[in-house]
């Protein structure tokens, strides 16, 4: 089932540089195609959603992936304000964090998140968790109508 007719547009809000080419690297191998836009901080985060100075032209992303422990604005600051928005609350949000913690899990899902994953260590978990994502967000997922700019 494709639910895409062209690419999905996914933004990673990371601050990782190692956790960025992991993600470049395993989702370039997608059977999906995909656009990944990355931002490294939650006020960039924010900007590129709401399309602000130096992301004027940047597409609506179809999924966001968002850490944690971000600089500047940290991902539950992120999450709380794109669920705020009545533009934006409806792009699915997947955090990804090295927390196992109950407090910050419970925190994402009363916030809204749509799933909460913890990164795994090594490379082959690292792999077959995007590829969970790809199968289940990319291929099986229904979106809203009008989820595009």
């Known amino acids: 089932m494709k639910l895409f007719d062209e690419a999905i547009n996914i933004l990673l809000v990371e601050d990782s540089h190692t956790d960025v080419i992991l993600m470049r690297k395993m989702l370039s191998m997608a059977k999906t195609p995909n656009n990944l836009y990355v931002v490294k901080d939650g006020i960039e985060a924010i900007a590129f959603l709401r399309k602000e100075e130096g992301y004027e032209d940047v597409p609506r992303p179809n999924l966001i992936l968002l850490d944690l422990n971000l600089p500047r604005k940290n991902g539950k600051e992120v999450l709380a304000e794109?669920?705020?928005?009545?533009?934006?609350?409806?792009?699915?949000?997947?955090?990804?964090?090295?927390?196992?913690?109950?407090?910050?899990?419970?925190?994402?899902?009363?916030?809204?998140?749509?799933?909460?994953?913890?990164?795994?260590?090594?490379?082959?978990?690292?792999?077959?968790?995007?590829?969970?994502?790809?199968?289940?967000?990319?291929?099986?997922?229904?979106y809203p109508q009008g989820n595009e700019d």
Do not use: H
Request: glycine content about 2%.
């Open 82 to 142: 794109v669920k705020a928005d009545d533009n934006l609350k409806t792009i699915p949000i997947i955090i990804l964090s090295t927390s196992d913690d109950e407090r910050d899990i419970l925190d994402c899902y009363q916030g809204q998140a749509n799933c909460y994953l913890t990164k795994p260590i090594s490379m082959k978990d690292f792999k077959q968790q995007v590829e969970l994502i790809e199968n289940f967000w990319f291929n099986l997922v229904q």
